[in-house]
């Protein structure tokens, strides 16, 4: 039992970056990071262009993203946990029913705005359908190979450094607010109410001039290593067909159930 939980809750990275990252050998995980980047944006995209009146094709849409889960190996449990970012988007569409204008529906005390109902209802579906992408792609990638991924989309290159920069050095600020977390507690102080915001506000102070002093040596260290505002690139292997249509499985199959519902509904 033991060593069934260490394997579930194996990452493939334990910096901060990585955390979202699931290790699994699936074939989701095995597909080359810019690929997975643009079928989960066409996927969104096709997700967003159906009405949302057509509730077949979103449920359609939902069977296929679960396949999609299943095949990744991503247990349900933690697709369920991390979808809970977007509960405040899913309070606000609860709302958008009780104000409006136009055709009303009364629905026990209640008297609802059917356009503010049909926008709320879309608000939740569609958001979730891409939140949900958006874990698959995070689970079954990580982090850098996202970087690395849109830089073959040809992203301009210094946004793509900015990102990578951000990604290395927020585990070193972590590092150094884990160290002055333990100096604090070896000491004796625990914070328990408003008297010792001050020293929190101190220490978060204290952070920021050490964070932007190490930032400072990492900067002097790679320019003595040649650094001169670009990055190394990696080699780029050439992706044959068959990988390609597998990435695009995803959004293949959502634009053939966007097209099935468009001809079901001329009839």
Do not use: C
């Not at 039992?1 to 394997?7: F, H, N, R």
């Not at 991924?149 to 607010?177: C, H, T, W």
């Amino acid at each position: 039992m033991a060593i069934k939980v260490e394997q579930e809750n194996h990452h493939h990275g334990h910096d901060v970056g990585e955390r979202l990252y699931l290790h699994r050998h699936s074939l989701v995980h095995s597909l080359p990071s810019h690929l997975k980047i643009i079928s989960a944006v066409t996927f969104i995209l096709i997700v967003v262009s159906t009405p949302v009146i057509q509730w077949p094709a979103f449920i359609a849409y939902f069977i296929w993203l679960l396949t999609v889960v299943r095949i990744a190996k991503i247990p349900f449990s933690l697709l369920f946990k991390r979808s809970l970012i977007e509960i405040p988007f899913v309070f606000f569409a609860i709302l958008m029913p009780f104000f409006g204008a136009g055709e009303t529906i009364q629905v026990g005390p209640f008297e609802l705005y059917r356009e503010g109902l049909i926008a709320g209802a879309g608000i939740v579906v569609k958001g979730t359908l891409g939140v949900m992408t958006a874990i698959v792609l995070s689970t079954s990638t990580t982090a850098r190979e996202i970087l690395r991924g849109l830089e073959r989309l040809k992203l301009p290159v210094l946004m793509v450094q900015i990102a990578s920069f951000m990604l290395r050095y927020v585990n070193v600020v972590n590092d150094e607010m884990e160290r002055m977390k333990v100096a604090r507690e070896s000491r004796g102080f625990e914070a328990t109410g408003i008297k010792h915001w001050k020293v929190l506000a101190t220490a978060a102070g204290a952070l920021f001039i050490r964070s932007y002093e190490r930032g400072e040596r990492v900067h002097l260290s790679m320019l003595s290593r040649g650094y001169e505002g670009v990055l190394p690139q990696e080699h780029q292997h050439k992706i044959n067909g068959s990988i390609w249509l597998t990435a695009m499985i995803y959004p293949l199959v959502a634009a053939l159930i966007f097209i099935a519902q468009l001809l079901i509904g001329r009839m």
